[in-house]
């Protein structure tokens, strides 16, 4: 099983970017799909999920559920997160993480989560 973002980069305030997470050897139709992110000096902590199947989606802030858009192309095995109107404070490295079977009760809860990728990098306004 593999997860690889990709879609991060540097852009200005105000832009928008769309990070991709791309599986191979597992369906989201099995597997939840949560976006974490990590600072330096900080605990990675969750941004979004996107129960299997295409279920439930969820964030961890109003702000985030009013900026970003989690969702899922099956043909693709593909999770998107788009970050529409991006602040400094959306700096930071994304991770992609799957989760087998329901766990929208806990699904800010990195530990949960089986298989991570590598990161994908978002820089805002430097």
């Known amino acids: 099983v593999q997860l690889v973002e990709s879609g991060g980069g540097s852009v200005q305030p105000g832009e928008s970017l769309r990070l991709s997470c791309r599986a191979s050897g597992l369906s989201f139709d099995d597997y939840g799909c949560g976006w974490f992110r990590q600072v330096p000096g900080k605990e990675r902590e969750a941004v979004s999920y996107?129960?299997?199947?295409?279920?439930?989606?969820?964030y961890a802030t109003a702000d985030w559920r009013r900026r970003f858009d989690i969702s899922v192309n099956h043909a693709k095995d593909t999770v998107y997160l788009r970050l529409d109107n991006v602040q400094p404070g959306d700096t930071g490295v994304y991770f992609c993480?799957?989760?087998?079977?329901?766990?929208?009760?806990?699904?800010?809860?990195?530990?949960?989560?089986?298989?991570w990728g590598q990161g994908t990098q978002v820089t805002v306004g430097q």
């Open positions: 996107l129960e299997r199947a295409d279920g439930g989606t969820y």
């Open positions: 993480a799957a989760v087998w079977g329901l766990y929208e009760s806990n699904w800010w809860n990195a530990n949960g989560y089986r298989y």
